[in-house]
């Protein structure tokens, strides 16, 4: 059965660092393009990194560049998103999303491009 699963959100203070995880299984995540995406309350779901299969060439949107790091570690079939500076923006649900079974790509960033979605993990940006 193929499943995502988000963890590392949490609390941190204005400028901190977390690294959220996506854990897959069912499936070996290297040979599949995995997308990070975003969803603060009232606006748009927002594609912020990719990384792409085998070769791990990556893609960091313009709006996070700078802040953003994807990463994959093969062994524990899990994908990372290291967020550094966290900016009054960055408060949102993070999803990690996997394309699987498809074979329509519509580009890094774009939702239509994945066909398997984790369930969310939350940050936040203490006050």
């Known amino acids: 059965q193929v499943q995502l699963v988000e963890s590392g959100g949490g609390l941190v203070q204005p400028g901190g660092s977390l690294r959220l995880s996506c854990a897959a299984s069912?499936?070996?995540?290297?040979?599949?393009?995995i997308g990070w995406f975003r969803q603060a309350p009232g606006k748009e779901r927002e594609g912020v990194s990719c990384i792409g299969p085998s070769d791990q060439h990556t893609v960091i949107a313009d709006s996070v560049k700078g802040r953003f790091t994807i990463s994959r570690d093969s062994a524990k079939n899990t994908v990372y998103l290291q967020i550094s500076h966290l900016q009054p923006e960055d408060p949102a649900a993070y999803y990690c999303?996997?394309?699987?079974?498809?074979?329509?790509?519509?580009?890094?960033?774009?939702?239509?491009?994945?066909?398997?979605w984790g369930q969310g993990t939350q940050v936040t940006v203490s006050s």
């Open positions: 999303a996997a394309l699987i079974v498809g074979r329509s790509w519509y580009g890094p960033f774009d939702e239509k491009s994945y066909d398997y």
């Open positions: 069912g499936f070996t995540l290297e040979h599949h393009p």
